[in-house]
């Protein structure tokens, strides 16, 4: 009997409302796996099938787990743990209603190895590009704590902070990006499709030209022509040859320093490192993970190499016995308020809970930040376009005038 795919929204034991789908053989069955796994049901229907479903399958785009994905299945899997359900069950209902068929495999076959006898954190770290090592320690501490449920829950909220890190970062690139975009293909049409015919009637009067309209009848030419093919092929190796650089040890270290130098650009870039390292470290010292491994985790996890380098010298210096706090302080990308906040955190015995304030206080950094940025390029952005479109207007109209001065003077004369 063919499966059939349903729609569902329920709430967990939070009173968050979370929406999926689930293959099953009727609604009641449906309604039982929801409420096995601790939900409570407020609607399920048949899915409605619009054209025809073809899976499409890209290599590093249909085939990578979204980071906001793992988020999810941790808070539902946490849920269902604490719910009493065993872990073996807990994976499989979660495997049988995930949308993402990637993420999907991956349960399964974490499934399997929990089946086997594997510890879950054994079974996860089989699996590095859907489980990175901040999840694998995190889990194997809870484990080992007897709180996988708890850790399931930090985690899970700790990567739906990460996500919203991300995403404010990127809306503060996206715009700027495309209004630049925007601006070199309206400009690009304008060269190719509207300056050719000036062109043509500037021959046609034999007048002489200024030099602004001369400047832009030479690029018109220079982008209709061969030139063209030879200006992106440079840029092309330009930009292959860069990424090629950004992925050597020493490329990446002298790219991440520049990038905290731009005036706005820097500091935004900055914040967000530290924001990443403080967050993650405060939720790997709650799970219980010891401060060496964490450590070494949050190095690689931190975004920028120059961050990840004081991390790694304060690894080294906490191994030798000194104190976290003064290890960072011998950085100079270490921020005096954060290695103030870590020593009182040492002293008090909560650096955990210190960690996680000047993860806080960074998030609304960068917040504040993204905002202002925003409202400063849009604008600016919007003057530059017209700029842009209006110097080639105007160049295009300059002959004109010139043209009608002569005229004008040989009418007189006449």
Known sequence: MPTTTFDYKVRDRDGRL???????????????????????????K???????????????????VKLKDVALMSRQ???????????????????????????????????QD????????????????????????????????????MVLLKLSTTLEKQVELRSKVKSAMSYPAIV???????????????????????????????????IVITISNVIASIWLLV?????????IGFRKWISTPNGRRKWDAFK??????????????????????????TAGVPIIESLDIVADNSGNQLVADAVRAAQDGVREGRSLSSSLGQSPVMPIMVTQMIETGEESGALDAMLDKVATFYD??????????????EPLLIVTMGAAIGAIVVSMYLPMFNIYSIIQKNGSSA
């Open 231 to 239: 200006v992106i092929a440079v840029v092309a190796a330009i930009i």
């Open 77 to 111: 899997l946490a849920t269902m743990v604490s719910a009493g359900l065993t872990l073996v069950r807990a994976l499989g209902v979660l495997a049988d209603q995930l949308e993402s068929k990637p993420l999907r495999e991956a349960l399964v076959a974490v499934r």
């Open 364 to 377: 609304n950094e960068v917040n504040a930040t993204v905002e202002s940025l925003t409202s400063i390029l």
């Open 180 to 214: 630049v975009c925007l601006v070199i293909v309206i400009v690009t049409a304008l060269m190719i499709f509207v300056v050719p015919i000036f062109k043509k009637l500037f021959a046609s009067l034999h007048a002489p030209l200024p030099v602004p309209t001369q």
């Open 114 to 149: 929990v089946e086997q006898g594997s510890s879950l954190s054994q079974a996860i770290e089989k699996l590095p590009k859907v489980f990175p090592p901040l999840y694998v320690s995190m889990v194997r501490a809870g484990e080992a704590g007897g709180q996988l449920d």
């Open 260 to 285: 905290l130098k731009p005036p706005v650009f820097g500091p935004l870039a900055h914040k967000v490192a530290l924001a990443r390292f403080t967050a993650t470290l405060a939720s790997l010292l």
């Open 18 to 44: 979370i929406s999926g789908s689930l293959e099953a053989d009727s609604l009641a069955l449906v309604s039982t796996k929801l409420r096995d796994m601790g939900f409570a049901p407020v609607e399920i």
């Open 46 to 64: 048949a899915a409605s099938k619009v054209g025809l479903k073809k899976e499409i399958h890209i290599p590093g785009v249909t085939d990578r």
